[in-house]
């Protein structure tokens, strides 16, 4: 299996822009977890879906973020208005249920925002 | 609520010296606890990890155990090697309602110098 693919692996923008972010879990896994990671706070949980349903999205931030999964293989983080503290490194994350709860993480969107 | 606390970095070891990063939790029931590694420019992935008071975790020559009495789960390795250079990050999962969702800690940066 390829892993966990996200898309792109550096996104930079200018403030006022909107910025979508994407991840491919690993096939098969029922779990997607989105986070973000600056050296101010740390590795912060976004949201989390469970069969493509958002289960936990209390780490949003705010009502510029939001993210979608359409589907079991495909989802988005989308920020609209960005802002420059938005610009963080971005994981997804992918787990499933009968896994012992070993999360598998993408190799990160570095976002930049002017 | 979970909350994760490790031990302040960054350390600064010699090849071949004795690590310890302190970890401890707070949380509701009987958690899983793990570690994960985060090397330069890559995502998080699992180190070890423990189900119940009183398991080890071991892999790669780190061990930890997982220590209900004093709510802690300490990383250990006996000879540090520079591979093993990278940040670590102390996590819990403590089911339920919260089924798949980790409370990770705010990581330590290892720097092994030859």
């Known amino acids: 299996d390829a892993g966990v693919i996200q898309s792109p692996r550096h996104e930079v923008t200018e403030m006022g822009q909107e910025v979508t972010l994407r991840c491919k879990p690993i096939s098969g896994h029922d779990y997607l977890f989105w986070y973000r990671q600056t050296m101010m706070r740390g590795l912060e949980l976004l949201i989390y879906f469970n069969n493509n349903v958002p289960i936990d999205d209390s780490g949003m931030p705010e009502d510029r973020f939001s993210a979608k999964m359409p589907n079991a293989s495909f989802s988005t983080l989308k920020i609209q208005p960005s802002e420059p503290r938005d610009s963080a490194v971005y994981f997804c994350a992918s787990s499933y249920r009968q896994g012992l709860n070993e999360q598998f993480f993408g190799p990160g969107t570095r976002l930049t925002v002017l | 609520g979970d909350s994760v606390t490790q031990m302040e970095g960054p350390v600064t070891l010699s090849e071949e010296a004795f690590l310890t990063i302190n970890c401890t939790y707070t949380a509701t029931g009987y958690p899983s606890l793990f570690w994960y590694v985060q090397y330069p420019g890559e995502g998080l992935q699992l180190l070890l990890k423990a189900t119940k008071a009183d398991d080890k975790g071991s892999n790669k020559g780190f061990e930890a155990t997982y220590r209900k009495e004093t709510t802690s789960f300490h990383l250990e390795k006996g000879s540090v090697q520079v591979s093993d250079s990278a940040v670590y990050f102390c996590?819990?999962?403590?089911?339920?309602?919260?089924?798949?969702?980790?409370?990770f800690g705010q990581g330590t940066i290892l720097t092994v110098h030859p």
């Open positions: 996590a819990l999962e403590s089911g339920g309602t919260s089924y798949g969702k980790l409370t």
